[in-house]
């Protein structure tokens, strides 16, 4: 096992959802590990994104713009990058975006990630893949202490719904087509991730409470803040990618692959939880400027006020453990924003490169192999 992540440099790596605010950072950082990166995604949604902002385009093998749930495009794409590794980010992501369009995200999420998975499994070659999904895929009653992997799975909205789904295809196809205890025969190691509310630079989807931020702030305006006690995991968009590529990495060169062939949470120590409140209060403190709002009737009664994932599994087996305090994540992320509003025109790969940089080699902190 290394220790550096150096097995990736060279390997084949197919990123679904690329073009989107984690995939084009995972793409970018998987391109500074060495790897041959190919993409599969719609086009940025959105302008700016950071796909464009740091000109990831340049950087890939491929950049194939096509739907994940067509099947023949997804056949073809598998069949042209060979991928040693697949990461697995396409997807709708937003929450409230799926209370419009509840179908479309069933659609996207469930069995988008079922097409993948027939043409993994129609390709009949070894591959290691790793399934993103959401901290949302548990059932959330409402209980306060932090959802653990073994945990059931459920939804009470549209999108939370359709992340559970995702799982249980993942588990499904695990069982049924690529068996943890025939890994030799197949060569498929399939895992899943699922992480907290990532936060950092380059996002400017809707409904988020950073990207809603910077729009906010940098035109001089009030920050609307729609849900400002609820308690969410947040940490920068860094840390669970730098789990999903040690995960990767373990499948890849494991000599026991079917150890790690699971499901992973990633998200902050709890010391780290704040609400979004706190968040905001943050994000203005290292803006200079700015205040944000909570008008009567803002709040929304779909989304669980708390939710906290455990990470213990990933720490005591991975190795893993997120670096950065929520006040670093912060300060870097609107360091970027201001960067970018500086230099609207100008490339930001460079100073993504650093935050990557910073961060440090994405690496288990121990070797238990």
């Known amino acids: 096992m290394t220790n550096d992540l150096a097995s990736l440099s060279g390997r084949s790596v197919l990123v679904t959802g690329h ?4 995939g084009s950072w995972l793409a970018l950082w998987l391109h500074q590990l060495g790897a041959r990166v190919s993409g599969y995604a719609l086009d940025p949604v959105g302008k700016p994104n950071h796909f464009d902002a740091a000109d990831i385009g340049s950087l ?24 040693e590794i697949i990461f697995h980010l396409a997807a709708q992501p937003i929450v409230r975006a799926s209370l419009l369009e509840p179908r479309h995200t069933f659609d996207v999420n469930v069995m988008g ?56 295809v993942v588990e499904a196809y695990r ?20 992480a907290g509310n990532v936060i950092g630079g380059g996002d400017w989807a809707d409904d988020r409470i950073v990207p809603d931020a910077m729009r906010a702030l940098a035109s001089g305006a009030d920050l ?27 499948l890849l060169v494991s000599e026991e692959p079917a150890r790690w062939a699971d499901s992973w949470n990633f998200g902050p120590q709890p010391v780290d939880e704040a609400t979004v409140a706190d968040l905001a209060t943050e994000i203005i403190a290292d803006w200079g400027s700015g205040r944000w709002i909570s008008p009567p009737g803002s709040s929304s009664d779909i989304e669980a006020t708390t939710l ?20 670093e994540t912060v300060s870097r992320t609107v360091a970027w924003y201001q960067e970018f509003y500086r230099h609207p ?24 192999g």
Not at 62 to 79: G, K, P, T
């Open 19 to 22: 073009t989107g605010f984690k």
């Open 175 to 194: 069982s049924s087509y690529f068996p943890l205890d025939r890994i030799a025969e197949h060569g498929v190691r399939l895992a899943s991730a699922r």
């Open 308 to 327: 906290r994932i455990a990470i213990d599994k990933a720490v005591s087996l991975l190795g893993w453990r997120p670096r950065w305090h929520l006040s």
């Open 345 to 368: 025109d100008g490339s930001m790969r460079q100073h993504s490169v650093a935050d990557i940089e910073a961060y440090g080699p994405p690496t288990p902190l121990t070797d238990d």
């Open 60 to 83: 890939l093998v491929d950049d194939i713009r096509a739907d994940i749930r067509d099947a023949d495009r997804m056949a073809a794409a598998l069949d042209h990058a060979a991928p």
């Open 113 to 168: 990630t079922a097409s993948l998975l027939d043409a993994v499994r129609s390709a009949d070659r070894p591959c290691v893949v790793v399934v993103i999904t959401s901290d949302k895929c548990y059932r959330n009653d409402g209980q306060v202490w932090g959802f653990r992997e073994s945990d059931p799975l459920g939804g009470h909205d549209p999108y939370s719904a359709s992340k559970a789904g995702t799982e249980l």
């Open 224 to 250: 609307v803040v729609r849900n400002p006690g609820s308690t969410r995991p947040w940490q920068h968009v860094l840390e669970p990618l730098s789990g999903y590529l040690a995960l990767a990495e373990r």
